[in-house]
């Protein structure tokens, strides 16, 4: 401090403050201080200046109270710090002035120390009062909230975290907004009733609206708000209370609509409900109303009971109606009939139950239409009339298979060795014609034979994807040969036909086949019409025709004019060996044929006919999408009949082993034998010799066709592989389709398809 005449002054000045003052210098020293600080301190001003700061101020504040002249020195302005003097009782802010010369240079500080103690305590007691407060508004039932007019929330209680979810912070951050959970559906109700209260200049309002929480659950709250205006009515802010009522409006709303519910419970309710009272129908259901004709329910209410029950009804109604109010008991009213408005009559099966009607005793009559009910049986009859029909046409494709397989067996060796024999016996020679005989003999029962596989679904299929519309064109002239003059041809094939995936051999088979039945059910002539359509078959025809799948599929359509069938015939229609034929004039496998075929495609073949107007056979097929290419028939393969390759023959059948070995080693090649899978793979273990083909038969015991080629050894997984069979099964194809490109000959054989299929495969 200076030592003239304005120091003296500032000294007089300094000594006058009763706030405790000291001036410091650059190193923190005292230069001087006041009576109020030598009081304050408890010191008389000698033993106090030119001492440390720390070591005389701190030590009465607290020896951990940091000076606050280190921050005025870095910031160059006035700091200070609040700071609790235990000795003394009392709180106390002390402030640092820095001091500094002409060039910006720290030269010291100026120490003011100020009590603040009872600024303190009422800072003190406002927060007491506010935690109070905060807890109050926390325990009461519901929520406290403060909202700005921009929808933003300066207060909200830490309850709406029970009630939203979100923690109080995350709203008062506007992390998350209040006008957010408000269900949309309600929001704009919300938000119109608010400005339309502060248009108004409204001081309370009261909201309920719906909030979606956080965990996605919709409340109900009932908004109470006390809105605060500024001078000239500007809104200011609202407070407000928001109080959880779901279950309150839960329960009201149950207790509004629960009438509603039950009116609508008993109105949409399949069955009849009507309540009698004296005689009089005094309330109908509006399914009643419509089953009985009339236009509304105010239609009937008043009408007398008895004039919507038949006569052959009226006594046994009136019998029970008078149990169920005059006894107070339920009632079965078993099958009645009532009278329609026009006049027609409807049966139902009724129940009646006593209840009271304006306190009088009356009956409340439930009563079921029977008509559906025996629509139902009797479709479930012809339902189960069908299925039985598959059954037994299952289990009769079993037993002709199964004869099949063993019948081809046989003929495979009265074919294969009648070759053998005309291939011994010159032109002339005795005896060659009874060979041939045995022959043609064969291919006959082999023909008869390939028509039981059809029959029975277990034929070996090749499919391709086919235009149905080429195949029938192509077959115009020979059908238009085979039915005759007298029988009109027509055909009307839909353009843009879908593809199908059939086999074309056996698809030309189906069409020639019901062809000519329809040409021997036109014996005086006729027309005979052959379409094609693309179709899309519901679910409810679906439902209606067991064993067809819904979906788009191409039908194929041969109509005739002939003379139909009755019931009786059509149920046997597709049984082996039925004919309505004369004897000789017909094998009765025709259509069983056409059958196999048809499910053998994934196809469904229905028959619609009736005596004297004609038949009409639809057979639907799935559509296939694939573009693979269309064909109209298939090619035979190529033939050469000798050779000189080595040939593992693998057949479990000796008479077909023996057979078909001894007629390709007539031809040249070397013949490996083995009885089965298993000898086969011994073989081969014994004389590892190189094959270049193997013939096997697919059905075997132990180890079948497909299993030894699995299990061939890694030095023949070149050699070349002819599948055999009468009797396919799942190891040729599942269905009894091969699988693409998989060489096969069916049995029985002949000497000379036997050897062009081996020769074809070779030279592959």
Not at 126 to 148: F, H, K, Q, T, W
Not at 291 to 301: H, K, P, Q, T, V
């Amino acid at each position: 401090m200076g030592g003239g005449i304005e120091g003296r002054v500032e000294r007089h000045v300094l000594d006058a403050v009763r706030d405790p003052v000291a001036v410091l210098d650059g190193e923190r020293r005292l230069v001087y201080v006041n009576p109020a600080m030598t009081d304050f301190l408890g010191l008389p001003a000698e033993e106090i200046i030119g001492k440390p700061c720390s070591d005389v101020v701190h030590r009465i504040l607290s020896p951990a109270t940091d000076c606050p002249f280190l921050r005025s020195a870095t910031s160059r302005r006035r700091e200070s710090m609040e700071v609790e003097v235990p000795a003394k009782g009392i709180w106390v802010k002390v402030s640092v002035d820095p001091l500094h010369d002409d060039r910006g240079n720290l030269t010291g500080a100026v120490h003011i120390i100020t009590e603040i103690t009872d600024a303190k305590r009422n800072e003190t007691r406002a927060e007491e009062d506010s935690r109070r407060l905060l807890s109050l508004m926390n325990n009461i039932p519901g929520v406290v909230y403060r909202g700005l007019p921009d929808w933003s929330l300066s207060f909200i209680g830490a309850e709406v975290k029970r009630l939203t979810g979100y923690p109080a912070g995350d709203f008062l951050s506007g992390a998350v907004s209040w006008r957010e959970l408000i269900h949309p559906d309600d929001l704009e109700r919300v938000r119109g009733t608010y400005r339309k209260a502060i248009a108004d200049r409204r001081r309370v309002l009261r909201a309920e609206y719906r909030i979606r929480c956080q965990d996605g659950e919709t409340r109900w709250l009932e908004d109470r708000r006390q809105l605060f205006y500024v001078d000239e009515g500007i809104f200011a802010f609202v407070d407000g209370l928001l109080l959880d009522i779901t279950e309150r409006k839960l329960m009201e709303e149950a207790l509004c609509d629960s009438e509603e519910r039950y009116r609508r419970l008993v109105d949409g309710s399949p069955e009849m409900i009507f309540v009698a009272c004296e005689g009089r129908i005094v309330y109908m259901n509006e399914t009643g109303v419509r089953l009985l004709g009339a236009r509304a329910a105010d239609d009937m209410a008043g009408k007398p009971l008895l004039d919507v029950v038949h006569s052959d009804s009226r006594e046994s109604i009136q019998e029970r109606i008078r149990q169920v109010v005059g006894e107070g008991r339920p009632t079965s009213l078993t099958e009645q009939k009532f009278v329609r408005l026009d006049g027609s009559v409807l049966e139902v099966e009724a129940m009646g139950v006593p209840i009271l009607h304006q306190g009088r005793p009356a009956a409340q009559v439930f009563a079921r239409d029977l008509t559906q009910r025996k629509e139902t049986e009797e479709a479930l009859h012809r339902s189960q009339e069908q299925f039985r029909q598959a059954q037994k046409m299952e289990a009769v494709g079993r037993l002709a298979g199964g004869v099949a397989h063993d019948f081809n067996n046989l003929l495979t060796a009265i074919r294969g060795y009648a070759d053998l024999l005309l291939m011994e016996l010159a032109e002339g020679f005795p005896h060659r014609r009874e060979v041939e005989e045995i022959q043609r003999a064969a291919d006959r029962a082999a023909d008869l034979t390939h028509q039981l596989l059809a029959f029975s679904r277990k034929q070996v299929l090749q499919p391709r994807i086919l235009d149905l519309n080429a195949v029938v064109s192509n077959m115009d002239k020979m059908l238009r040969r085979l039915i005759g003059e007298d029988v009109d041809l027509i055909t009307v094939l839909r353009p843009g036909l879908g593809m199908v995936k059939v086999d074309p051999g056996q698809i030309e088979q189906v069409i020639m086949n019901l062809a000519v039945n329809a040409r021997d059910a036109m014996p005086e002539g006729g027309r005979l019409t052959i379409e094609t359509a693309n179709v899309d078959l519901s679910g409810e025809y679906a439902s209606g025709h067991p064993s067809i799948l819904p979906g788009p599929h191409v039908m194929l359509t041969v109509t005739d004019t002939g003379t139909g069938m009755d019931d009786g015939t059509k149920q046997r229609l597709f049984e082996p060996f039925f004919t309505t034929k004369e004897m000789g004039k017909g094998t009765g496998l025709g259509l069983s044929t056409v059958y196999g075929i048809v499910k053998q495609s994934s196809g469904t073949i229905w028959v619609y006919s009736e005596p004297g107007r004609g038949t009409s056979f639809k057979i639907y097929v799935p559509r296939h999408e694939a573009a693979e290419g269309a064909h109209g028939g298939a090619t035979r393969p190529r033939s050469a009949p000798r050779g000189k390759e080595t040939i593992l023959l693998v057949e479990d059948e000796p008479v077909v082993r023996m057979l078909a070995a001894e007629i390709m080693r007539k031809s040249g090649y070397h013949v490996l034998e083995a009885e089965d899978g298993a000898g086969a793979l011994r073989l081969i273990d014994e004389r590892k010799n190189f094959i270049d083909l193997m013939l096997t038969d697919v059905v075997m015991p132990v180890v079948g066709g497909r299993q030894l080629v699995e299990q061939l050894p890694a030095f023949l997984a070149g050699m070349k592989v002819l599948y055999m069979s009468g009797y396919p099964d799942e190891a040729i194809g599942r269905h009894g389709f091969l699988d693409p490109g998989t060489p096969f000959l069916q049995k029985p054989f002949t000497a000379d398809s036997l050897l062009r299929k081996v020769r074809e495969i070779l030279d592959e």
